[in-house]
T-cell receptor, first 113, second 108 residues
């Protein structure tokens, strides 16, 4: 596999469920990102990890919990979400967080019922 | 705060040129980008321009930067139906700040 992959591609969950989104990059990069994309709104940066350390948390509610066990994998653990959390969640990676080029995965379409 | 603005829609005929415009507020931006998002896919980097450049050309794509007016544009020559997508402008100082995207519709 090449590039940035995300699983699952689609997820429907109830407000009381717990689920996790997974991102994997095969590019040898050291920085990984979670973004939220809502319809007709700019992409919102959620979290940044650089060499497995979290360097940015953009005031994200605690019902979203990221985990970066190594430079190739990034997770987003979800619990007690709200319907307004329904969106496309995009993962990206770059050589490091100062690198000018980010590579994006295809995203996970999340629907909270 | 930092802000990037784009118009939401653009419709052109196949073979015409498309021009997608973007304005930004952060004067300390180092790089400015254009990303393309096709339906069901993530963002694909199309091109970028360093802030000390005025223009960059890459095959059918021309990027113009007016740093004084904080205005960035993307021109697509000979627009094809395969160019139909959402185009995002982004600027970077410490992190990437995206606009809300312009949906380009190409009619045959």
């Amino acid at each position: 596999e090449t590039g940035v992959t995300q699983t699952p591609r689609h997820l429907v969950m109830g407000m009381t469920n717990k689920k996790s989104l997974k991102c994997e990059q095969h590019l040898g990069h050291n920085a990984m990102y979670w973004y939220k994309q809502s319809a007709k709104k700019p992409l919102e940066l959620m979290f940044v990890y650089n060499f497995k350390e979290q360097t940015e948390n953009n005031s994200v509610p605690s019902r979203f919990s990221p985990e970066c066990p190594n430079s190739s994998h990034l997770f987003l653990h979800l619990h007690t979400l709200q319907p307004e959390d329904s969106a496309l969640y995009l993962c990206a990676s770059s050589q490091d967080e100062d690198s000018y080029e980010q590579y994006f995965g295809p995203g996970t379409r999340l629907t909270v019922t | 705060g930092e802000d990037v603005e784009q118009s939401l829609f653009l419709s052109v005929r196949e073979g015409d040129s498309s021009v997608i415009n973007c304005t930004y507020t952060d004067s300390s931006s180092t790089y400015l980008y254009w990303y393309k998002q096709e339906p069901g896919a993530g963002l694909q980097l199309l091109t970028y321009i360093f802030s000390n450049m005025d223009m960059k050309q890459d095959q059918r794509l021309t990027v113009l930067l007016n740093k004084k007016d904080k205005h960035l544009s993307l021109r697509i020559a000979d627009t094809q139906t395969g160019d139909s997508a959402i185009y995002f402008c982004a600027e970077r100082d410490r992190k990437l700040i995206f606009g809300q995207g312009t949906e380009l519709s190409v009619k045959p």
